[in-house]
C-alpha cells in the first residue's frame, strides 16, 4: 500500500465510449502524474500537475484530458479511446515537482479498448 | 536530460548478491540517481536515491564512483521475490527525474 489509490483496477471499454480515470493522495503530495505503460515498453509520462496547475503535456493525444480538482485527486479522461490505447495507466504523487524526491505510484488501472 | 543505459537483462541465484550498473555519462551538476523496482502489473516502487559516494538503507546499497557518471545497484542475498524490472533514473525536477528508461529484466533463479 502505498497511499496512492486508483480506480478501477480494470477497465473494458468500447472505442466510442467515455470513461474516466480516477487517482487520489492523502500523502499531503503538491505534484500528481499519469503514466502510461503499453506492454513491453518503458513508462511513457503523459501529464504532470503541480499544485493544480498541468506542469507538463508530453505530447499526448486530446482523446485523454486530465483534471485536477485538488492536490489530492487525479482524473483521466477518456473518449474515442483506439485499441492501441490498451495499456496500464499508472498514477504517482511525489511532495513537489521541482526536487528530487520519491515518488509513490498507485497499483495502476489495465485498460482495454475493444 | 541524462540519458542512462543499463544491461537490459540479468540472472541470479538465490542469496547471491547482485550488482546492477547504470551508465549516465552526461549527468549535471544538480542530478540525483534514484532506482525504482517494479513488479509486473505494478506501479513502480522507490528503492533507493543518491548524489555522491555510497547510500544504503534496508533493502539496497547504491555506489557512485566521484565522477558521477555511473551508479550500481547492489541488493545483498536476493530472493525469487526480488525478480522484477530495475530503472534506473537521473535527474533533480521529478517531471524529468520520472522518465523512466527500458530498465533491467533481474531474474532470481532458485
Known amino acids: 500500500e502505498t497511499g496512492v489509490t486508483q480506480t478501477p483496477r480494470h477497465l473494458v471499454m468500447g472505442m466510442t465510449n467515455k470513461k474516466s480515470l480516477k487517482c487520489e493522495q492523502h500523502?499531503?503530495?503538491?505534484?500528481m502524474y499519469w503514466y502510461k505503460q503499453s506492454a513491453k515498453k518503458p513508462l511513457e509520462l503523459m501529464f504532470v500537475?503541480?499544485?493544480?496547475?498541468?506542469?507538463e503535456n508530453n505530447s499526448v493525444p486530446s482523446r485523454f484530458s486530465p483534471e485536477c480538482p485538488n492536490s489530492s485527486h487525479l482524473f483521466l479522461h477518456l473518449h474515442t479511446l483506439q485499441p492501441e490505447d490498451s495499456a496500464l495507466y499508472l498514477c504517482?504523487?511525489?511532495?513537489?515537482?521541482?526536487?528530487?524526491?520519491?515518488?509513490?505510484f498507485g497499483q495502476g488501472t489495465r485498460l482495454t479498448v475493444v | 536530460l541524462a540519458k542512462t543505459t543499463q544491461p537490459i537483462s540479468m540472472d541470479s541465484y538465490e542469496g547471491q548478491e547482485v550488482n546492477i550498473t547504470c551508465s549516465h555519462n552526461?549527468?549535471?551538476?544538480?542530478?540525483?540517481i534514484t532506482w525504482y523496482q517494479q513488479f509486473p502489473s505494478q506501479g513502480p516502487r522507490f528503492i533507493i536515491q543518491?548524489?555522491?559516494t555510497k547510500v544504503t538503507n534496508e533493502v539496497a546499497s547504491l555506489f557512485i564512483p566521484a565522477d558521477r557518471k555511473s551508479s550500481t545497484l547492489s541488493l545483498p542475498r536476493v530472493s525469487l521475490s526480488d525478480t522484477a524490472v530495475y530503472y534506473c533514473?537521473?535527474?533533480?525536477?521529478?517531471?524529468?527525474?520520472?522518465?523512466f528508461g527500458s530498465g533491467t529484466q533481474l531474474t532470481v533463479l532458485p
Open positions: 543518491g548524489y555522491k
Open positions: 500537475y503541480s499544485l493544480e496547475e498541468r506542469v
Open positions: 533514473l537521473v535527474g533533480v525536477r521529478p517531471a524529468r527525474q520520472l522518465t
Open positions: 504517482a504523487s511525489s511532495p513537489n515537482s521541482l526536487q528530487a524526491t520519491e515518488a509513490f
Open positions: 500523502l499531503g503530495h503538491n505534484a
Open positions: 552526461n549527468i549535471a551538476t544538480n542530478d540525483y
